[in-house]
C-alpha cells in the first residue's frame, strides 16, 4: 500500500464530507471510487473515526499553513480579509460543497471524539488567527473583546457558507460578506 492510495482514499473521503457530511463516509464507496479492495482502505484507516480524524487534522494543518501566511498589517488589512473569506467561498465554488470542518461541527454529537478534537482545533486555529488580525489592527481594544469578535467573525462566515450552500448560490455568500464588511463585523473590508 502506498502514500498515494492513503492520500487517493482521503481526498475521495474529502469530497464526500464536504458535500454530504462525516455521516456519509461508507468504506466500501470509497473502495469502488478509488478503485480498490474495501479491505485497503482498512489497512490504511482501521476505523472510520481513524478516517475522519486524519481528513480534519490534514485540513486543520493547511488552514493553520494558509493562516500563517496571510499579512497580518494595516496596509494589506482590506486584501487579507477578502483572502481569509475567498478561502471558504471556494469550497462553494467546487461543486456547492462546505468546509470540510464547518460540516462536521453540524455533526458535533455523532462525531468519535479523536474527529471532534481535530475539528476544535480546526475552529482553535481559525479563531486565534483572527485574534491575532484583530489585535493587529485595534490594539486598543481589550481581549475580551477581540476574542468576542474573533469568534463572531468565523461563525458569521461559517453561517453564510452554510446558507449560501443551502440556496445554491454563491453570490449570497458574497452579499453576506459585503454586509458584514459594511456593518463593520469585519474590521475592513475591500471598497467597491
Known amino acids: 500500500m502506498t502514500t498515494d492510495t492513503r492520500q487517493s482514499i482521503m ?6 464530507v464536504q458535500a454530504h457530511g462525516y455521516s456519509a463516509l461508507s ?19 482501521p476505523t472510520k473515526g481513524d478516517l475522519g480524524a486524519a481528513l480534519a487534522r490534514q ?20 486584501q487579507t480579509m477578502k483572502t481569509y473569506t475567498d478561502a ?21 454529537d455523532e462525531l468519535p471524539e479523536m474527529v471532534r478534537g481535530e475539528v ?6 481559525n479563531v486565534q488567527w483572527l485574534k491575532s ?9 481589550g481581549a475580551s473583546e477581540i476574542t468576542d469578535r474573533a469568534v463572531a467573525i468565523f461563525s458569521a462566515v461559517e453561517g453564510a457558507q452554510l446558507i449560501a450552500r443551502g ?8 452579499r453576506c460578506m459585503n454586509a458584514y464588511g459594511a456593518t463593520a ?6 471598497s467597491k
Open 167 to 174: 440556496c445554491a448560490d454563491v453570490k449570497v455568500f458574497d
Open 185 to 190: 463585523l469585519f474590521p475592513v473590508w475591500p
Open 88 to 108: 471558504f467561498r471556494a469550497a462553494l465554488e467546487r461543486d456547492n460543497r462546505m468546509c470540510l470542518c464547518g460540516i462536521m461541527i453540524a455533526e458535533r
Open 59 to 78: 485540513y486543520s494543518d493547511e488552514a493553520q499553513a494558509f493562516l500563517d501566511s496571510l499579512p497580518l498589517d494595516a496596509d494589506a488589512a482590506a
Open 133 to 141: 488580525f484583530l489585535e493587529a489592527l485595534t490594539p486598543q481594544a
Open 120 to 125: 476544535d482545533r480546526f475552529t482553535e486555529i
Open 11 to 16: 481526498d475521495e473521503a474529502k469530497l464526500v
Open 27 to 45: 468504506f466500501r464507496e470509497l473502495a469502488k471510487t478509488v478503485g480498490i479492495k474495501n479491505a485497503s482502505v482498512h489497512y490504511h484507516f
